[in-house]
């Protein structure tokens, strides 16, 4: 399934008016009543540093969608984990709940290109393990949400795409720059956003928003600003 950027945010986000443009964050609602675990992966690759994301916004936006909704939360029932696509060479941190000053922190903080990267381009492996750990939650409510262009090199084709159907939630794929692939858009439990460097300051930071504020009750979408 497909999502596409006016379904993701409020309908004015979709008009293209004169004047700075940036995307304003919605409210983020109330703590959700079960456990929500939200799994995010990043990837590295020299595709992304170099060309698709050089300026790094994918972890920037990341960071103000964290500490946005981590404003607002006052229980432990949400929780993050912070993976990569160079999984197990850089290790994952979480889940942290985002009510606790220090976890929202350590989060944030890890939200940048780690030193130790290769820069892999296969997800296989640290979808593998996001599946894994999102298993020992049967309980929860499970998301992942994974920023990359998707221009993978995992071996054989069709692995992170088999590893992505395996995961036991929604998998939210925030493809930045370059065309969804068709093998992406084709899966069950996959939303699609896909963002490009004409779009506003925000809609990364949005893309994620979406899916933490999924099961937050009260929580409002993202809307576009002119700023005259």
């Known amino acids: ?3 596409l950027p006016s379904q993701l945010l409020a309908p004015a986000i979709s ?7 940036h995307i304003a964050l919605g409210q983020a609602g109330r703590d959700p009543i079960a456990p ?6 990043f990837d590295d690759s020299g595709s992304l540093t170099s060309g698709h994301d050089p300026v790094g916004a994918r972890y920037t936006e990341a960071a103000r969608a964290l500490t946005h909704v981590g404003a607002a939360a006052r229980t432990d029932t949400q929780q993050v984990a912070l993976y990569r ?11 942290l709940p985002l009510h606790k000053r220090s976890s929202l922190r350590t989060l944030v903080h890890a939200l940048r290109p780690p030193a130790d990267s290769a820069g892999a381009s296969t997800l296989a492996p640290a979808m593998t393990a996001m599946n894994t ?3 020992l939650y049967p309980d929860a409510d499970r998301m992942a949400v994974v920023f990359s262009d998707f221009e993978l090199l995992d071996p054989g084709p069709s692995r992170p795409y088999d590893t992505m159907a395996a995961f036991p939630g929604i998998v939210h794929a925030v493809v930045m720059n370059a065309i969804p692939p068709p093998e992406l858009c084709a899966l069950d439990n996959v939303v699609v956003t896909h963002v490009t460097s004409a779009d506003p300051p925000g809609r990364l ?3 994620l928003a979406h899916t933490l504020t999924r099961t937050r ?8 600003v002119n700023e005259h």
């Open 1 to 3: 399934m497909t999502l």
């Open 15 to 21: 008009h293209r008016g004169s004047g700075t443009r």
């Open 36 to 41: 929500s675990y939200v799994f995010l992966c």
């Open 85 to 95: 696509f160079d999984h197990p060479h850089v290790t994952p941190i979480g889940p």
């Open 133 to 135: 750990a999102a298993e």
């Open 205 to 207: 930071a949005a893309a």
């Open 217 to 224: 009750h009260g929580a409002t979408p993202a809307r576009l």
